[in-house]
T-cell receptor, first 115, second 113 residues
Framework: AQKVTQAQTEISVVEKEDVTLDCVYETRDTTYYLFWYKQPPSGELVFLIRRNSFDEQNEISGRYSWNFQKSTSSFNFTITASQVVDSAVYFC????????????FGKGTRLHILP | NAGVTQTPKFQVLKTGQSMTLQCAQD?????MSWYRQDPGMGLRLIHYSVGAGITDQGEVPNGYNVSRSTTEDFPLRLLSAAPSQTSVYFCASSIQEGNTEAFFGQGTRLTVV
């Protein structure tokens, strides 16, 4: 079964702290894709990153970094030197090639960055 | 570019009423989908379409119908609204299959009383 678990429902950190959002996925497919999306208080959904199952390289984009580990079925997201503007709900998502590539989302982690 | 456009942005329905949530994209994307977002539940897939004339069910399809007569449009129909369908609805589109970046509409906040 296709499943995405974001065990952290809500996290609060003080500005400038680093924070890691966890994502654990379940799949039986060998070809799959992982995503992170951000939903700021304004409500829109913003794409952050896409990773395929054959690319385990970690990615860094400014203050954002992603750690993909197939051995633990995890795709964690770290924000370095957090800022108030990072306050949002963050969703991890999974799609599987053998299932029409439907994107299934986790329940999200609400991140509060305190000034 | 307009991207993905959803209408209306807000809607209040009475139990038993029907309505259609509209979704249109101008990016020539093949793949479109509808999600609902409820507190603590994340985004749940209702229906999706891999191209014009093809639709399929997602995780929570009951109470909803869709059709895809054109590449651009993917309306979501509620035949007989129930309070359990109170939610925020998002339409999304992707270039081809859902394994590419999804572009989302602004959402429709629906209340069923």
């Amino acid at each position: 079964a296709q499943k995405v678990t974001q065990a952290q429902t809500e996290i609060s950190v003080v500005e400038k702290e680093d924070v890691t959002l966890d994502c654990v996925y379940e799949t039986r497919d060998t070809t799959y894709y992982l995503f992170w999306y951000k939903q700021p208080p304004s409500g829109e959904l913003v794409f952050l990153i896409r990773r395929n199952s054959f690319d385990e390289q970690n990615e860094i984009s400014g203050r954002y970094s992603w750690n993909f580990q197939k051995s633990t079925s995890s795709f964690n997201f770290t924000i370095t030197a957090s800022q108030v503007v990072d306050s949002a709900v963050y969703f991890c998502a999974l799609s599987e090639e053998d299932r029409d590539d439907k994107i299934i989302f986790g329940k999200g982690t609400r991140l509060h960055i305190l000034p | 570019n307009a991207g993905v456009t959803q209408t209306p942005k807000f809607q209040v329905l009475k139990t038993g009423q029907s309505m259609t949530l509209q979704c249109a994209q101008d990016m020539n994307h093949e793949y479109m989908s509808w999600y609902r977002q409820d507190p603590g539940m994340g985004l749940r897939l209702i229906h999706y379409s891999v191209g014009a004339g093809i639709t399929d069910q997602g995780e929570v399809p009951n109470g909803y119908n869709v059709s895809r007569s054109t590449t651009e449009d993917f309306p979501l129909r509620l035949l007989s609204a129930a309070p359990s369908q109170t939610s925020v609805y998002f339409c999304a589109s992707s270039i081809q299959e859902g394994n590419t970046e999804a572009f989302f509409g602004q959402g429709t906040r629906l209340t069923v009383v």
